[in-house]
């Protein structure tokens, strides 16, 4: 079995053309890192969040700290969100049925300081079918 060896030929030409590819590949790796060290906002954050079967649903806005608790189901359950932020807990209610608009609550937290929110159904009363907790920032 012959095995040949495959030699590329560099001329001046090509030797300029892999300087300059790799000129450019510093310079984007330069200005990705760059882009990396920026930091965004802190109020810049918006999440979504539903429980299982997505009967229910919360949006967090970072920006002037609103939490929105949507009933899509007219099953006639309740929503309820839970938040924390800075160990602090608040609840914010829809009662009001699927007809009805979203409740939205206003909060005033620090800005950039860590909020937790989950959402459930509301059964007399009680929590039941949960989401999981979702991280943000105020």
């Known amino acids: 079995m ?10 001046p030409g090509t030797r300029r053309r892999a300087g300059k590819s ?6 984007a790796a330069a200005l ?6 920026v930091e965004a906002p ?13 009967s229910g649903a919360a949006d967090f806005k970072s920006l002037g700290e609103k939490l929105v608790v949507h009933d899509y189901d007219s099953d006639g359950k309740g929503v309820i969100a839970f938040l924390y932020n800075d160990y602090l807990s608040y609840t914010c209610k ?3 049925g699927y007809d009805a608009p979203p409740v939205t609550c206003d909060y005033e937290f620090k800005e ?3 909020v937790s929110y ?4 509301l059964v007399d009363g ?12 105020a």
């Open 112 to 114: 950039g300081s860590a």
């Open 42 to 54: 802190a109020a810049s954050a918006d999440s979504s969040l539903c429980n299982p079967g997505c």
């Open 32 to 37: 990705t890192l760059a882009g990396a060290l």
């Open 126 to 137: 009680v929590a039941v079918n949960c989401s999981g907790w979702r991280d943000d920032k």
């Open 118 to 121: 989950q959402v459930c159904n």
């Open 94 to 96: 829809n009662t009001k």
């Open 2 to 11: 012959m095995i040949r060896r495959v030699e590329q030929i560099r001329t």
């Open 22 to 27: 790799l000129a450019l590949l510093g310079a």
